[in-house]
């Protein structure tokens, strides 16, 4: 037998399976008693979370030898057994008299949900333009609503309750969001397509949007580095091209709305001067701002700095840091941008697709966490605390080469309580179905400190020249003991031990690849790391 369902027996108190069953669905919302035997074919369960622990013991009590399946809940995305559903529609009141049909329902969303008896949480993300609805199960409940735009575009609004049992399945309970005026919030970020190798057309994605109540236009400003990358084609017409800095204007952006620009760009060959190799890292920056006169009200997401690593070759299964593998002391507690990308290699379409994330709540604040863009229709959750998990249903994926990849971008707050040398690792799981997870690489975010690549840094060391083709000249205001540089991934890549007391040194770096490196000083008064670019 391939499969046994029981998803829908509501009432089950017992089981009793003594087969080679394949696929076992018990996602039922019943803690029944299992008797499972024989289930040397095993390859997948799915069942309520809360049912895990129950399902594997009888599992292992009854079968001899290491069974290779897995466990999850992902058959479907609602709760197990009877259904009970919070709906609504959520509304902006922007003539300001009362919201109604007329009124745009075009905004990001979170509910807050806790569960007054067991005091358990979740957060639910709902896509704009339709209405909400959300399956818990039975229960009393506390619900706070929260618009995902500046807190100062709005005015506050209040939690409700939610008391759902058997007389009541269902509540319906509108939302009315109230603008406090006209002021506009842009945002901008920039992302791979194609990763950049060496030689080849890397392609990336521009997305501007206008996360404020009010429609906007905007100009975007691009930079890059014009001796390492040749300009290719954009699908948007741009206003220049000059000196590595293209300039556009953004048409008019409805609230909420955002544009996608696709640009191309060749990096240079080996063999090419300057030459581009695998671990070279490419600098962009951008800036997006709003028509002239108009103050945005959240200049934080107004630009970007993207340094990204060339490779080689790449994994399409992955997870990476918008902002690199470096976060500079100055920018502890405030954003990074996850990317995580899946593909389909397999024979078959992919009906459905989840990325589970579990968030390292010792790094990263997890209330600050906010969904931003994905290649295709997503929802949602936060469960346990700090597991977040997308669910792509009924996304049938291709599995030819030319349309069977997507992503997901998100944002989150690194914790302001951060120090020099810690690291936040973040890696996910990709589910395709009822298959095994594929399971990414780790990223690793390490706190360094970091010097502005033509800075002289303020405190009591200096670098230069940055960038730097061969040797660079270190100056410190106490005696050097010893110099360290470390790669991009944080290797160890250089080390000088100073036994003379100087004030001044004179590094050879010629050997080293071009690309980005962290110098680390250490002197009587203490350590210091700057960033060194070798061209």
Known sequence: MQEINLNNTTNLSSVGINDSVKRLFLKNGQNETLNLYQLTNLEYVCADNDDFQNITNAINSSNSGNLNYTMNSYCTFTPGGIPYLIEGEVRVDADLNGCSLSDLNEVDFKFNITDNTTNESGTYFITPSFDYDIFLRQGNYTIVPQPLIHQSLFSPLT?????????NTLITQDICITPTGNNIDLSVIMIE???????????????CKNKGLTATTGTLYLNYDDSRLDYISTDLAFL?????????????????????????????????????????????????????????????????????????????????????????????????????????????????????????????????????????PMQTRITDGNVVEFIFENINLDFNDATND??????????????????????????????????????????NQTASLNDVNSNSVSL????????????????????????????????????????????????????????????????????????
């Open 406 to 447: 997507g992503y997901l971008i998100y944002k989150i707050q690194s914790l302001p309580t951060l120090q020099l040398g810690d690291m936040i690792g973040n890696q996910a799981e990709i589910y395709f179905d009822f298959n095994f997870p594929i399971i990414t690489n780790d990223y690793m975010v390490t706190v």
């Open 240 to 376: 220049s091209d000059s000196n590595g800095t293209i300039i556009w204007d953004i048409p008019s952006l409805e609230p909420n709305e955002e544009i996608i620009i696709n640009i191309t760009f060749n990096v240079n060959t080996p063999m090419e001067t300057p030459a581009v190799n695998g671990g070279d890292i490419l600098f962009y920056g951008g800036t997006i701002s709003g028509p002239t006169g108009i103050q945005d009200t959240n200049t934080s997401n107004d630009t970007f700095e993207y340094p990204q690593t060339v490779v080689n070759s790449y994994d399409p299964n992955d997870i990476t840091c918008l902002e690199g593998a470096i976060l500079d002391p100055a920018n502890i507690g405030e954003d990074l941008h996850y990317k995580i990308r899946f593909e389909n290699t397999g024979t078959a379409s992919a009906i459905n697709v989840v990325v589970k994330n579990t968030i390292d709540t010792s790094r990263l604040d997890i209330t600050s966490f906010q969904p931003l863009s994905s290649s295709h």
């Open 193 to 207: 397509d194609l990763p950049a190798r060496p030689g080849f057309d890397s392609d990336y994605k521009i997305i």
């Open 159 to 167: 939690s409700f309750n939610a008391n759902l049992d058997s007389s």
């Open 464 to 535: 230069f020249p940055n960038p730097s083709y061969g040797k660079v000249t270190i100056n410190s205001s106490s005696y050097i003991q010893a110099i360290q540089i470390f790669d991009h991934l944080g290797r160890k890549v250089k080390s000088l031990s100073v036994k003379q007391e100087n004030l001044e040194m004179n590094i050879d770096i010629s050997e080293l690849n071009t690309g980005l490196y962290f110098i680390k000083v250490i002197n009587e008064s203490g350590e210091q790391s700057m960033k060194l670019i070798k061209e």
